[in-house]
T-cell receptor, first 114, second 111 residues
Framework: EAGVAQSPRYKIIEKRQSVAFWCNPI?????LYWYQQILGQGPKLLIQ????????DSQLPKDRFSAERLKGVDSTLKIQPAKLEDSAVYLC????????????FGPGTRLTVT | KQEVTQIPAALSVPEGENLVLNCSFT??????LQWFRQDPGKGLTSLLL?????REQTSGRLNASLDKSSGRSTLYIAASQPGDSATYLC??????????FGTGTRLQVFP
């Protein structure tokens, strides 16, 4: 079974530029999550999708971050404009529906904003 | 609001030791608790998932326990090896499916 795929793996941009990350979840997983992990901290949930719909985006900075999940499969996370404090690893995870199932994580995208 | 704490923040042990990593959570109303391993520059690898109805789970040299009443989980690693060196994260899952992570324990096992 293929795991969660993410691209790019690394990205360096200047502040005020825009950037987009892509995630392809495990086949059959209806729930998709985007997390932000700042160095030395645990991941923090940014947004959770159930199929096409948003379940939780309470911690997503909506003035600069946006995310979509077209057709309930792939997802993109965008930052526009980026700030220095957005430097972090962005992790995508997926799981089957329901609280009983494990979340599986992709390798992450390391973003550096200069 | 759920908060998850992990102690110690860092641990360095010689190869062969048995060790325990601790995880505490403030809200006992969790559905399950998941332990992860994270290698430098990599994503998270799921190690064990303990449902709220269970008290422990085992996988190879790893054993995780869950005590909801005291708000604690422990990860026991038997006969540690240098390849076990990584950061270990625990995360509690509430009713919205959201995982709340601790800040991790950075483990180094030296030969």
């Amino acid at each position: 079974e293929a795991g969660v795929a993410q691209s790019p793996r690394y990205k360096i941009i200047e502040k005020r530029q825009s950037v987009a990350f892509w995630c392809n979840p495990i086949s059959g997983h209806a729930t998709l999550y985007w997390y932000q992990q700042i160095l030395g901290q645990g991941p923090k949930l940014l947004i959770q999708f159930q199929n096409n719909g948003v379940v939780d985006d309470s911690q997503l900075p909506k003035d600069r971050f946006s995310a979509e999940r077209l057709k309930g499969v792939d997802s993109t996370l965008k930052i526009q404009p980026a700030k220095l404090e957005d430097s972090a690893v962005y992790l995508c995870a997926s799981s089957r529906s329901g609280t009983a199932y494990e979340q599986y994580f992709g390798p992450g995208t390391r973003l550096t904003v200069t | 609001k759920q908060e998850v704490t992990q102690i110690p923040a860092a641990l360095s042990v010689p190869e062969g030791e048995n060790l325990v990593l601790n995880c505490s959570f403030t809200d006992s109303a969790i559905y399950n608790l998941q332990w992860f391993r994270q290698d430098p520059g990599k994503g998270l690898t799921s190690l064990l998932l303990i449902q709220s109805s269970q008290r422990e789970q085992t996988s190879g040299r790893l054993n995780a326990s869950l005590d909801k009443s005291s708000g604690r989980s422990t990860l026991y690693i038997a006969a540690s090896q240098p390849g076990d060196s990584a950061t270990y994260l625990c995360a509690g899952r509430g009713g919205t499916d959201k995982l709340i992570f601790g800040t991790g324990t950075r483990l180094q096992v030296f030969p």
